[in-house]
């Protein structure tokens, strides 16, 4: 088995002494982002605004003029997903949650964020077609409906941190009692070329990994129900439904950074604290507290939204 | 060992830590602070402005339920939103040397639209008559207009939307704070939930604070 550079002995120091100045670095960097953090929340918040202004008005635009202003009010609603995304909330911390404790790949990363962002979408447009469209309820109702299926949504976040927080501990209680047949079979896969200490899981086949992006996108973005609803009231439903797919997309590629993002963050803190002298069942070990952590995490963000959720849905004059 | 799971649970900790409810509607405030001779506040008007996403929800939904004679639907409407607003206090919040003072029901009020930009927007207009009339050279009064969930915005933007009426013989201005929530305050905010539950949710962090300055 050839060793990678970075883990021959010579190289130990210099190793230990670049991830040293990254850790202080990182700090810094960390220190000067809090020092201008309401700056940049406050500028989020604002351009989020912006967009939704931009957007209310290219969609009137396009009832009276169709043919000029059907591209623009995509590009609008593309660019109102992307920033909505971006600031606060959006739940966009489950994503990340998730990627930075389990072990799916960067590819995987971005086809949940797509899937789970479109899907937000598709159940918007879902739910006003089905409620305004045939039941002919209020548009407040569906409003209303809304924050119900996004609390749905946030129940199905914390089944799926339990889900791993489970597979988590059974994994590490089997990686104890088999840890010394672990260790020799590793060997034989772990290639030059895989300097993670993760070790390379059973790849999650198609039907999890969509499972996992159904389960965080099966809440209709808010936002997007205003905007059907709106051009429901002026008679453009379809663009309305095309605003809201380019939402999606929008919102999708902010999370898909996001995802590579964390993904790489999580290999990096990983590869920094290697040592040779770590043996496979510890690298087990670490991968099945991060995921056990990440489960635990992903239980207690879907608790919160949860609570927001259900304070705002109960406890709201105006909707 | 150790160290290295602690930096991985701080790490993923860190990542998740930002979680925020955050505004879906916006409403475009304006408060007028009425004096007497005495420099007492007497009342505060409020317009509320909202945006035009929930101005068309609400007007199609107004006109489908309590149409078509659209001025007794806006009245309708009105004495709909004003009973439900007023078990939140309209969202409003008076303080006087720090201690909270209610500023009852409405005595006036009007839901109407006025057209902004070629947009239908609706605006409802409120005024407070106030009980008690603290000064407002000799004690410190705060207002600020919030939703705690967050779920609506409510700001004045610009120091424009605030007025003082017959002011001009105290000497005094009015002055807004624009807040700058930090992570220390969104933690206190967050712990503070827990033993409050009528102040669940991160709206505060985002208010507003007015204040007057005299001479």
């Known amino acids: ?81 992307v920033f909505h995304a971006a600031g606060p909330g959006h739940g966009k911390a489950i994503i990340v949650t998730y990627l930075a404790s389990q072990k799916e790949s960067l590819k995987q990363g971005v086809v949940i964020s797509f899937i789970a962002s479109l899907f937000q979408s598709l159940i918007a447009i879902g739910l006003i077609t089905f409620l305004v469209l045939i039941l002919n309820l209020k548009f407040r109702e569906v409003t209303q409906t809304g924050q119900q299926v996004e609390q749905i949504g946030y129940i199905l976040v914390m089944l799926l941190g339990s889900y791993l927080v489970i597979k988590a501990f059974i994994s590490f209680v089997r990686s104890r009692q088999t840890s010394i047949q672990s260790q020799h079979d590793h060997s034989h896969e772990h290639g030059e070329a895989c300097n993670h200490s993760y070790v390379p899981d059973k790849k999650l086949n198609r039907a999890k990994t969509l499972g996992v992006a159904l389960s965080m996108g099966m809440r209709p973005c808010s936002g ?59 690298a087990t070990r670490m991968a099945d507290i991060m995921g056990f952590t990440g489960g635990l995490l992903l239980i207690f963000l879907g608790w919160s939204l949860y609570q927001i959720a259900i304070q705002v849905s109960q406890n709201h004059p105006l909707l | 060992m150790l160290s290295k799971y602690l930096f991985s649970i701080i790490f993923i900790i860190s990542l998740s830590s930002q979680i925020y409810a955050h505004p879906h509607t916006w409403i475009n405030l304006q408060s007028t602070f009425g004096l007497n001779e005495n420099a007492e506040l007497i009342e505060i008007k409020q317009k509320w402005q909202f945006d035009e996403f929930y101005s068309a929800m609400f007007i199609a939904d107004m006109l489908n339920e309590f149409g078509p004679d659209r001025d007794l639907a806006f009245t309708l409407a009105g004495e709909n939103m ?44 409120m005024t407070f008559t106030l009980a008690s009339t603290p000064n407002i050279k000799d004690t ?76």
């Not at chain 1, 591209?71 to 593309?78: A, R």
């Not at chain 1, 009231?233 to 999370?255: E, P, Q």
């Not at chain 2, 624009?178 to 992570?183: A, G, M, N, V």
């Open chain 1, 224 to 282: 997007a129900i205003l905007v059907l609803i709106y051009a429901q009231v002026i008679n453009v439903f379809w663009y309305g439904v095309l605003a809201t797919l380019a939402i999606g997309v929008g919102t999708g590629l902010t999370l898909a950074i996001l995802a590579a993002a964390s993904v790489y963050a999580r290999d990096w803190t990983q590869t920094l604290f290697q040592s040779d002298s770590e043996s496979v069942s510890h």
């Open chain 2, 82 to 125: 004003v009973s439900s607003l007023s078990d939140y206090q309209y969202f409003s919040n008076l303080t006087v040397d720090q201690v909270g003072m209610s500023i009852g029901q409405p005595s006036e009020y009007l839901l109407t639209s006025e057209i902004v930009d070629g947009a239908e927007m609706l605006t409802m207009f």
């Open chain 2, 140 to 215: 410190q009064i705060e207002w600020s207009v919030f939703d705690p969930t967050y779920y609506v915005a409510m700001i004045h933007t610009d120091i424009e939307n605030l007025a003082i009426e017959n002011g001009q013989n105290s000497g005094c201005m009015v002055n807004m704070d624009i807040p700058e929530p930090s992570q220390e305050t969104i933690a206190y905010a967050s712990s503070l939930d827990k033993e409050q539950t009528e102040t669940q949710g991160l709206g505060i962090l985002f208010a507003e604070k007015i204040r007057f300055g005299c001479l």
């Open chain 1, 1 to 81: 088995m050839i060793k990678p550079l970075l883990n021959s002995v010579a190289a130990r120091p210099i190793s230990l002494g670049l991830g040293l100045v990254s850790i202080v670095f990182g700090f810094i960097l960390l220190k000067q982002l809090m020092a201008y953090w309401p700056d940049i929340l406050r500028s989020i918040i604002d351009t989020q605004r912006y967009f939704h202004q931009l957007l209310s008005t290219h969609i009137k635009d396009v009832a009276n003029h169709a043919d000029t202003y059907g591209w623009s009010l995509l590009g609008v609603s593309f660019a109102y997903g």
